[in-house]
């Protein structure tokens, strides 16, 4: 068994003294999709911005091709690894062409500033991100959907064998979330990328998971197939929330069923024919 292109070793992660993620170990399947989830502040975005060498590691490190990031230099990391952060901060009044554009950064070299194939990268990113109509308006004008859908844009143009997204639907409506969800398995699927993903909705977490790696408190509490990962017992563990767990009616994946929020036997029925 060849061994996985990005892991974590003993990962330590920490903001000033507060250690956020303690002794991590991880590996990325090559070529899956890997999601990530786990309640609230428990350290998802800490780790995939580790992950993707946004974040230095207290002790530790992330391995790309069996070497540590920190010994990487920037733009080689940029060439393997796209990074989505989960709250990106566009230049001020920059287009949309010109911020996916950046996305070409990692290929360009002093002697050409820009090629054919940095130019088909964008507007295959554009067109496929539903964002070409928008290329010459200014990011900051955008609604939050579809600024979300330029970043996608722009790290899809990157064109990078590794992508990590940090809750790449927030802000999107339904019908945009299963869009993006549905693309990042196609990219997945037609080029064989691997992916690793955040996301805050269980449900589609199992959906769209090879692979499912669920967090509390900076630690794996398990990780697998969502089969094995989503059951009633580890949804209480993790999210202290009381379900049932029953088949996805189209995927047959897991689907997490929240359980009545009041008890019966403790609320009177509301019955009718009480109206004056
Ligand atoms: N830049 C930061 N500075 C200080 N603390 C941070 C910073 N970013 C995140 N944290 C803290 O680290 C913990 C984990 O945050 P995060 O990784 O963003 O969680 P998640 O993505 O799982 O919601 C939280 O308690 C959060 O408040
Ligand atoms: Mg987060």
């Known amino acids: 068994m060849t061994a996985a292109r990005l892991s974590a070793r003993e990962l330590t992660l920490a903001y000033e003294d507060r250690t956020v993620v303690d002794r991590l170990d991880l590996t990325i399947p090559d070529g899956k999709v890997t999601v990530i989830v786990g309640p609230n502040a428990c350290g998802k975005s800490t780790t995939l911005r580790a992950l993707g060498r ?90 939050g959907g579809q600024r979300q859908r330029v970043w996608i844009a722009m790290a899809l143009a990157q064109d990078t064998g590794l992508l990590l997204l940090d809750e790449p639907t927030t802000y999107l409506d339904i019908a945009h979330q299963v869009e993006v969800l549905d693309l990042v398995r196609e990219l997945n699927h037609d080029r064989g990328r691997t992916v690793v993903v955040v996301l805050h909705d269980l449900n589609q977490a199992a959906r769209y998971a090879d692979h499912l790696v669920a967090m509390k408190t900076g630690e794996v509490v398990a990780e697998g197939t969502p089969a094995e990962v989503v059951t009633e017992e580890l949804v209480r563990q993790v999210f202290g929330l009381e379900c049932v767990v029953v088949p996805d009616p189209v995927t047959g994946s897991p689907l997490v069923v929240p359980g009545p929020p009041w008890s019966a036997s403790a609320t009177a029925p509301a019955h009718s024919g009480t109206s004056a």
């Open 54 to 143: 946004l974040l230095k590691p207290k002790s530790g490190a992330v391995l790309l091709d069996g070497e540590s990031l920190a010994k990487l230099p920037t733009k080689k990391i940029a060439q393997q690894i796209g990074l989505l952060p989960q709250t990106p901060v566009a230049p001020e009044a920059i287009t949309v062409a010109d911020l996916v554009a950046r996305g070409r950064q990692p290929h360009q070299h002093w002697w050409q500033q820009w090629s054919d194939e940095d130019e088909k990268a964008v507007t295959e990113a554009m067109e496929r991100t539903d964002v070409a109509a928008l290329a010459e308006r200014s990011v900051d004008e955008l609604s």
